[in-house]
């Protein structure tokens, strides 16, 4: 996806969607050609801000509880 907005809504919701690239419109044209040809090997790209937005929310999220063992039962 390229778009204007960093916004965190549209980079969940385009990653939700489908998306395995989050670039902002003011990518220096290299650097997009270089994004494409990652994307199109199978690799994900997202711009620097972007990738700083979603460390900070995922940082954000309340860890999940003790996981047990495979099979077994928490202790």
Not at 43 to 66: D, E, F, N, W
Request: no cysteine; hydrophobic share 45%.
């Amino acid at each position: 996806m390229l778009t204007t907005f960093d916004l965190d809504e549209y980079v969940h919701e385009a990653l939700r969607l489908g998306a395995v690239g989050f670039l902002l419109k003011d990518i220096p044209p290299r650097e997009l050609a270089a994004a494409v040809r990652t994307v199109a090997a199978g690799q994900a790209m997202l711009a620097p801000s972007v990738t700083k937005h979603l460390i900070a929310s995922y940082a954000r999220r309340t860890p999940p509880g003790p996981r047990s063992p495979a099979g077994g039962s928490p202790r």
